[in-house]
């Protein structure tokens, strides 16, 4: 199974700065079609995650332009320009490129 | 727009079983590939099974692999998970997840929780 290894595990940030979250994965990711079937997702406390980004860098409808997603191979990368209260919780790596589809640790963010 | 809602969960003795459903609605459902992922208490995301449109295709997680089937009816746009020899370690949360795409997962349900416990 490929190992998704996210870090940092734990991320407190000022509301107004930036902050980084990366994604290393054991094996490569891109897919027979050519594309590279990598996933960001966030999770706020009782509710079922929420896609962001999909295929490294594309952000999902609906998601902030705060938001933006970068990589390739095995490192991959999520930054929020400037960190808002609503962007609080666990964000997590996912590849759909193999089966099974494999999770990062998730990262959990709070306001300082 | 998509909708999808799980059900079923409730609490369970180790070695039992439980069917988890969820019924979809917004998309035709039988062309989209269903996965199931759960997630333990406090723990992270672990996926587990997959049904192709037609259902000639499914896959499993080792895990589950032996225990759980997955299924689906696409008259009834719903898509099950027969869990036997429920262990406590299935402990979790169960979402019901598809995109349009067989690598997609943008939709996901609210959840149904299973508790294995004596």
């Given amino acids: 199974d490929v190992v998704m290894t996210q870090s940092p595990l734990s991320l407190p940030v000022t509301l107004g700065q930036p902050a980084s979250i990366s994604c290393r994965s054991s094996q490569g990711l891109v897919y027979s079609d050519g594309n590279t079937y990598f996933n960001w997702f966030h999770q706020r406390p009782g509710q079922s995650p929420r896609r962001l980004i999909y295929r490294v860098s594309n952000r999902d409808s609906g998601v902030p332009d705060r938001f933006s997603g970068s990589g390739s191979g095995t490192d991959f990368t999520l930054k929020i320009s400037r960190v808002e209260a609503e962007d609080v919780g666990v964000y997590y790596c996912v590849q759909t490129t193999h089966w099974p589809w494999t999770f990062g640790q998730g990262t959990k963010v709070e306001i300082k | ?118």
């Fill in chain 2, 1 to 118: 727009q998509v909708q999808l809602v799980e059900s079923g969960g409730g609490l369970v003795k180790p070695g039992g079983c439980l069917r988890l459903s969820c019924a979809a609605s917004g998309f035709t459902f039988s062309d989209y590939y269903m996965s199931w992922i759960r997630q333990a208490p406090g723990k992270g995301l672990e996926w587990l099974s997959y049904i192709s449109g037609g259902s000639s295709s499914t896959n499993y997680a080792d895990s589950v692999k032996g225990r759980f089937t997955i299924s689906r009816d696409n008259a009834k746009d719903s898509l099950y998970l027969q869990m036997n020899s429920l262990r406590v370690e299935d402990t979790a949360v169960y979402y019901c997840v598809t995109g349009p795409q067989i690598r997609d997962a943008n939709y996901w349900g609210q959840g149904a929780l299973v508790t294995v416990s004596s």
